[in-house]
């Protein structure tokens, strides 16, 4: 056998084996969804024995539906040993618990009554469901939800198929993200390594440029500065200084200078007798300092004579 014809048998033996699957597990969710829609009866009649009272059919019905429900399970329980050595769960045999099965009566009209409250049980949750799924079919009629209901499996696999392809979608898109991801942080790296470099190899060629092109900047900006300054002091100057004032200044300079004139003249003069006076050296201070003693001991008599005549008088 070739290899397309291996692949092909395995291929079907495949399919058969998922089809068993499929077929096992429809046949378990159904056995797994009557179970519980019996339990949910049995919960229910537990609660309404709490608020209200349940007829006499009511009770008898879920009565027999738990006492076969415990006897089964039980009887499942309950395995047949292939040993004498081993004895059987608490000593006991199917043919016990069969004694204590509902009279068979009773388990024909609890049986013919379950199909009923299971099916209007199913109904309810289908209907819940498909309320659920869509709010617009609540105010519908009983018929028309029964009618969607008949389709909503199909439509829920639909949905399920289209979320199931789009999460695909989405795995491929989140794979396609990460490779571009890594590819534009490598693009990103070898262009900051390439900045880098460039940054390197210019950033001392431009510095001296910018730093020349600064200094000139500042140098202009400063004598713009001084002009601006010079500018404003002449105009202070202008606005103090008019050219009645400006008159009047210049005759105050000429007067003073006038007069500055005439003191450096008398000093040069006074330098000039100061210097003749020098020239006769230490006489001339003996002199000086007997004439000065001389003025004052006449000072002191003139003074004298003058009290001595007001106490005359």
């Known amino acids: 056998m070739d290899e397309s014809g291996l692949s092909l048998t395995l291929s079907k033996e495949q399919d058969q ?71 059987p769960l608490l000593r006991l045999e199917k043919v016990d618990l069969l004694e204590l099965m509902p009279p068979s009566e009773d388990f024909v009209w609890m049986k013919a009554r379950l199909q009923l409250e299971v099916e209007e049980q199913l109904k309810k949750k289908c209907f819940t ?9 609540d105010s519908d009629s009983e018929s028309l939800k029964a009618a969607k209901v008949w389709k909503l499996a199909e439509v829920l696999m639909n949905e399920k198929q289209q979320c199931q392809h789009a999460k695909n979608q ?62 404003e002091e002449l105009k202070i100057l202008s606005d103090t200084y008019t050219a009645e004032k400006v008159e009047v200044h210049r005759l105050i300079r000429d007067r003073l200078e006038g007069a500055i004139r005439l003191q450096e003249e008398d000093m040069e003069k006074s330098r000039q007798v100061l210097s003749s006076y020098e020239v006769l050296g230490e006489e001339f201070d003996r002199l000086v300092k007997e004439y000065t003693q001389l003025k004052k001991t006449t000072d002191d008599k003139r003074w004298a004579l003058q009290e001595f005549s007001k106490d005359y008088h």
């Open 129 to 137: 469901l498909l309320c659920y799924h869509n709010p617009s079919a």
């Open 17 to 87: 084996a998922w089809q068993e699957v499929r077929l096992r597990k429809t046949t378990w969710l159904r056995s797994e969804i009557l179970q519980r829609v019996i339990q949910e009866l049995l919960v229910d009649h537990y609660v309404k024995t709490q608020d209200t009272h349940l007829t006499s059919e009511d009770k008898k019905f879920h009565e027999t539906l738990e006492q076969r429900l415990l006897v089964t399970e039980l009887t499942r329980l309950i395995v047949p040993s292939q040993t004498k050595e081993l004895s």
């Open 170 to 231: 989405q795995k491929e898109r989140m794979v396609l993200l990460e490779k571009k991801s890594a590819t534009y942080s490598q693009v990103l790296l070898r262009c900051l390594a390439l900045l880098q470099r460039l940054l390197q190899e210019h950033r001392l060629k431009t510095q001296s440029e910018l730093d020349r092109i600064n200094a000139q900047y500042l140098e202009i900006k400063c004598s713009a500065m001084i002009l601006k300054l010079r500018m």
